[in-house]
């Protein structure tokens, strides 16, 4: 089944402690990326990957970074986590082919930072 | 970047058609207009999209603008799985990778 895997899905830790939310894809999908869903703000992209080794920033990356070193996996870091990333994020992907790709969304992972 | 406006919220009786609209005035010729929906506790999934043309598939139609500004998701028979949150984004050569969902329009089916 085509699926994007993240995980976990629910997260409670503390200010300052690092953490890594997994993405996994099984569909050959060259193009991933990352949101954060907040009350009343949507959809935010924090970073997206065209493909192994190619990231970029998206609206909101401050306190994030990602890495992509396999094509299948996209994992976001929080080195050093604070309250304000406090938030459901989600991991995305879809073909190369951006311009018309769908986009496949993972169940999200909902992150509370104290 | 190319942006969408929405309506926060829309209500519509089951079995009945539902028109969601969608403007982009801004709109570049090499974008795409998508369309995904959200359902509670759920992440976003793909509904539909299209270029210039009318599109339908199993889930919905899509109605493009003659001169693309503005586009309507139509719903044939809402039911009340339909209740969901949709977004209408633009997919193209500069705006393909660096997305912008807003808040999207909150649909509301009453039985």
């Known amino acids: 089944e085509a699926q994007v895997t993240q995980n976990p899905r629910y997260l409670i830790t503390v200010t300052g402690k690092k953490l890594t939310v997994t993405c996994s894809q099984n569909?050959?999908?060259?193009?991933m990326s990352w949101y954060r869903q907040d009350p009343g703000l949507g959809l935010r992209q924090i970073y997206y990957?065209?493909?192994?080794?190619?990231?970029d920033k998206g609206d909101v990356p401050e306190g994030y970074k990602v890495s992509r070193k396999e094509k299948r996996n996209f994992p976001l870091i929080l080195e050093s986590p604070s309250p304000n990333q406090t938030s459901l994020y989600f991991c995305a992907s879809s073909p190369r082919t951006v311009n018309t790709g769908e986009l496949f969304f993972g169940e999200g992972s909902r992150l509370t930072v104290l | 970047d190319a942006k969408t406006t929405q309506p926060n919220s829309m209500e519509s009786n089951e079995e009945e058609p539902v028109h969601l609209p969608c403007n982009h005035s801004?709109?570049?010729?090499?974008?795409?207009i998508h369309w995904y929906r959200q359902l509670p506790s759920q992440g976003p999934e793909y509904v539909i999209h299209g270029l210039t043309s009318n599109v339908n598939n199993r889930m919905a139609s899509l109605a493009i603008a003659e001169d693309r500004k503005s586009s309507t998701l139509i719903l044939h028979r809402a039911t009340l799985r339909d209740a969901a949150v949709y977004y209408c984004?633009?997919?193209?050569?500069?705006?393909?990778?660096?997305?912008?969902f807003g808040e999207g329009t909150q649909l509301t089916v009453n039985p």
């Open positions: 990957s065209m493909n192994v080794e190619v990231t």
């Open positions: 801004t709109i570049s010729g090499t974008d795409y």
């Open positions: 984004i633009l997919r193209g050569e500069t705006s393909g990778s660096r997305l912008t």
């Open positions: 569909m050959n999908h060259e193009y």
